[in-house]
């Protein structure tokens, strides 16, 4: 994997969030890449119970100062970067006072899930790609894990469909187990079709749980890799008759080789 670029957009990654299958592979999978020559870049949400001080997250001005439209609203785009120490990997945080100040990930103290997570899913992917263009830094393979990532597989193949940047990219899902339960916000597909992407590439958002959500990320994808064990029967069926190729589980020892030759197979 030496000198191939590869982007990994994730909802959470260690050590800056708790410790759970999502986080743990989205510094597990980077790590492996980078040890093996590979070039990486991750982006995640800048929430706000990260401890900024902690972790070194400083401002990256020349990349801020984008506003975003989400939904006809003008939202302006705070880059933030750190360093994972002693891995020489990079992280960019995506970062907007309105969606990302509250100190929690996707809920409340109540585990009400906030109600404006659709918008900052659509957030988080406009914001994603705007500023590897202008890192101006073309990425072989991105990588997508978590569901608050779901949707840069969608704004992928519509809204930049048109980006000569993205041009060979290709896109892997990570697909894992259930990490919400009940719907987002029911405006979801109204918000997205405000972007003009087509209603019939996003009809599954008409209902937008979480295992609708990672279909229709799943569809924009080039490929997919089945992440947790303990997928349910429906996703796994989904996936296996969606004619993408697939990695099925592997497990923790196996996952190093299995998932570089996957990343192989999809690269010229």
């Not at 982007?7 to 410790?19: C, G, M, Q, T």
């Not at 360093?83 to 100190?103: A, G, L, T």
Request: charge should be negative.
């Amino acid at each position: 994997m030496e000198d191939k670029r590869i982007l990994y957009v994730s909802s959470e990654v260690v050590p800056y969030l708790a410790e759970n299958e999502v986080s743990l592979m989205s510094y597990d999978v980077p790590k492996m890449i980078n040890d093996q020559g590979g070039q990486i870049r991750i982006f995640m949400p800048r929430y706000g119970n990260i401890n900024e001080r902690r972790h070194q997250l400083h401002e990256v001005i020349r990349l801020s100062g984008m506003n975003l439209v989400v939904n006809d609203l003008d939202m302006p785009l705070i880059i933030k970067v750190a360093s994972i120490p002693k891995e020489r990997i990079q992280v960019y945080f995506i970062d907007n006072d309105e969606y990302f100040k509250r100190k929690a990930t996707f809920s409340d103290e109540d585990g009400v899930m906030y109600p404006d997570n659709d918008e900052r899913a659509i957030f988080f992917a406009k914001g994603v790609v705007e500023t590897v263009k202008k890192l101006n830094w073309v990425p072989d393979i991105i990588h997508v894990h978590g569901w608050m990532a779901g949707l840069l597989p969608v704004y992928m193949k519509h809204y930049y469909k048109d980006e000569a940047l993205f041009s060979e990219t290709k896109i892997v899902t990570s697909v894992y187990g259930q990490s919400f339960d009940g719907t987002l916000n029911t405006e979801m597909i109204n918000k997205i079709k405000f972007d003009n992407i087509p209603q019939d590439a996003i009809q599954d958002l008409e209902l937008p749980n979480y295992e609708n959500l990672i279909k229709s990320s799943v569809m924009h994808s080039d490929a997919v890799i089945i992440a947790s064990e303990g997928l349910s029967p429906s996703l796994t069926k989904f996936i296996e008759s969606s004619g993408k190729p697939f990695l099925p589980f592997a497990t923790k020892d196996k996952f190093s080789e299995a998932y570089t030759n996957f990343y192989k197979e999809m690269l010229p």
